[in-house]
Structure formats: structure tokens, C-alpha cells
């Protein structure tokens, strides 16, 4: 019943989009959102570029290798030695609702498309957005944030060099990135236009200012960031039940993407008793070993130790989602 109804809705959005017209401009499904943006009169932001294939896949390859073929024909140098940036970040849309924040959603989301559940945000669509490391991360980084949080050249940066515990990324590499980074972003078929919405675009009853607004207000143009707190007393641990079968989920496609063999972790979390026996004999613990603790407050990369755990903000996994993990640890088969 899901997938007819996803597929009236689908359908339904298709044939809204079709409509949309501007001059000389027949927009569909795949337009780029960019492109609807630019030719209401949009300002094209700081990080635009056209890209190319070579660009993109280059692009790509250091986003997801970290390192790619320079025109040299040469191997360039690796970004980190400890991450990738799809390490903590898809390249695929998370969210079923490109309006909403709901850490229950992405989780089903994740689960239905088998997506990793990471700590940071997708890129895909990351193009289409107007800041970065927003709300709670100047609490992380301090004044790092700055300059990144109104530019997303400087976000990559901060990514590369403190996130990822590596290099600066240099102009030709940054490119590259760029070009991958805007072959991710959003079509209007993504956005689920309404017919009222759609018409009201096409129409002359508003002007192109509005319009534009319009658009904007079908996806968020940031993703919010709250850091949670420890509970109290953990061995109590959050005000929720939890659902062992959603904590599974959590354990597979979150830990397990980095604690995993030739992972980024040297700490493997395998599926056997001994892995959930440690897990669980730690949790009401006052040290990094309890999940409450890594989750809400991550590590930092230390001298001679640079790989590091990201935390999970409230968006990216809720008090409730952390009560469903333990709930798997403390009863995994």
C-alpha cells in the first residue's frame, strides 16, 4: 500500500512539475532546483561552478578515496590518512520530507534504502544550502566556524583539516569537489511541489522574489544541529522504551559502518556475545566506553591518536533512537 501510494504522490508531483513553465524555459522532474532559482533571478551563490565530467569524477573520487588523479597523470596526495568524507556524510538524500527534521523518519528512511546513519549531513543536496555547521558546532569549534558556516568552500575546509584530521584541500581540488558537490543537488521532482504550488509558480499573481521563496520553502536551506546531554543516571539511561528491532538497524548501519573490519575504528564491533557483553557491561559507565557517552559527546583526536568518534546531535539520532540501541545490545538475539 506504501508503494502505490508513494507512487501517486510521485506521479501526482511529476505531472504538477510538468507545468511548471518559464520563459523560454520548460522546467520537468530533472531540472536542477538551481536552474528554476537562477531563471526567477536568484543570486548564484560564492561555491558556483559548471561542471564537468572529468571535474565530477574527480570530485567524487576525493570525496569517497580521498585522493585523485591530477592533470599530471600523478596520484595526488591523500586529503587524510584517517577519513574520508564518507566516513561521516552520504551522498544520497536522507530525509522523506525535505521540510522537516525527524530523527524517526531518517531512520526509517535508512532503513527502507539500506543508507548508513552517520552523524553528518548528507551532501547530497548540499549545494542547494545557505550555511553549515550551524546551531550547537560553534560549541565544538569555537570561532572555527565562522568563516564556514557562511561559506561552503571554508566548511570543506574545516572538514578536512579538523574533522578529518588532514590537509587543506588546494584550488584545482576544490574544484573538483565543488563539481561532484553540484551534480548531488536537488531536482524539483525531489521537492513534491503541490499543484497549488506549482500553479502559483507559474502564475503571474506573485512576483519572482516570491516565487523564489516559495521554492525555498519545499527544503530546509540548513540543517540544524542540537547536542544533547547525558542522562543523569544512565544506568536509568533516557525516558523511553526502546525497540530492539530500530536499535538493530542503528547498530548495523551506524556503528558498524565505522567499528568494522579495515574500518575507520580499530575498535570492531562484530556481531557476536562478547562484543555485546562489553558494549552493555559499559554502559552506566562515567567514561568514553558507554554509548551515552559517545553518542552525545564523541571523542577528540588526541597527539599520536588522531582517529577520533564524531558525536550525534539530537537531528542525527534522538534520546529515544539511543534507548533503542541499548535495548539491542542488552538483548541482541
Known amino acids: 500500500m506504501k508503494k502505490v501510494l508513494t507512487l501517486f504522490i510521485g506521479l501526482t508531483s511529476l505531472s504538477a512539475v510538468l507545468s511548471l513553465k518559464a520563459p523560454h524555459t520548460s522546467w520537468t522532474n530533472d531540472t536542477p532546483v538551481s536552474e528554476v532559482l537562477f531563471t526567477l533571478g536568484a543570486e548564484k551563490p560564492a561555491h558556483y561552478l559548471e561542471p564537468t565530467p572529468e571535474m565530477i569524477k574527480a570530485g567524487r573520487e576525493l570525496v569517497t578515496e580521498g585522493r585523485t588523479v591530477l592533470p599530471s597523470g600523478a596520484k595526488s596526495a591523500y586529503i587524510s590518512k584517517y577519513y574520508t568524507c ?3 556524510h552520504n551522498t544520497v538524500r536522507e530525509d522523506p520530507d525535505l521540510t522537516l527534521v525527524d530523527p524517526d523518519a531518517r531512520l526509517d528512511f535508512a532503513i527502507a534504502n539500506q543508507i548508513p546513519y552517520l552523524q553528518a549531513s548528507t551532501f547530497w543536496g548540499i549545494v542547494n544550502r545557505e550555511t553549515w555547521y550551524n546551531g550547537d558546532y560553534e560549541k565544538k569549534y569555537g570561532q572555527l566556524v565562522e568563516p564556514a558556516r ?9 572538514c578536512a583539516t579538523v574533522c578529518a584530521q588532514g590537509r587543506e ?6 574544484k573538483q569537489i565543488l563539481a561532484y558537490f553540484w551534480s548531488l543537488e536537488m531536482k524539483l521532482g525531489d521537492l513534491n511541489l503541490s499543484e497549488k504550488t506549482s500553479s502559483l509558480i507559474e502564475s503571474e499573481q506573485l512576483s519572482a522574489s516570491e516565487k523564489i521563496n516559495l521554492i525555498k520553502e519545499s527544503y530546509l536551506v540548513l540543517s540544524p544541529a542540537t547536542f544533547g546531554e547525558v542522562p543523569q543516571d544512565k544506568e536509568a539511561g533516557y525516558p523511553y522504551k526502546g525497540d530492539r528491532r530500530l536499535g538493530k538497524a542503528i547498530y548495523q548501519l551506524g556503528c558498524q559502518h565505522c567499528h568494522r573490519p579495515e574500518g575507520e575504528s580499530d575498535v570492531v564491533f562484530d556481531n557476536t556475545s ?3 557483553n562489553w558494549l552493555k557491561k559499559h554502559i552506566p559507565a562515567n567514561t568514553q566506553q558507554s554509548l551515552y557517552e559517545i553518542i552525545r559527546k564523541g571523542t577528540y583526536a588526541e597527539y599520536g591518536h588522531q582517529e577520533y568518534m564524531p558525536h550525534y546531535t539530537l537531528e ?16 541482541p538475539f
Open 274 to 276: 562478547l562484543t555485546y
Open 86 to 88: 564518507t566516513s561521516c
Open 150 to 158: 557562511n561559506s561552503l568552500k571554508e566548511s570543506v575546509q574545516l
Open 169 to 174: 584541500v588546494n584550488d584545482w581540488e576544490m
Open 316 to 331: 542525527k539520532m534522538s534520546d529515544q533512537q539511543v534507548e533503542h540501541l541499548r535495548a539491542f545490545i542488552e538483548n
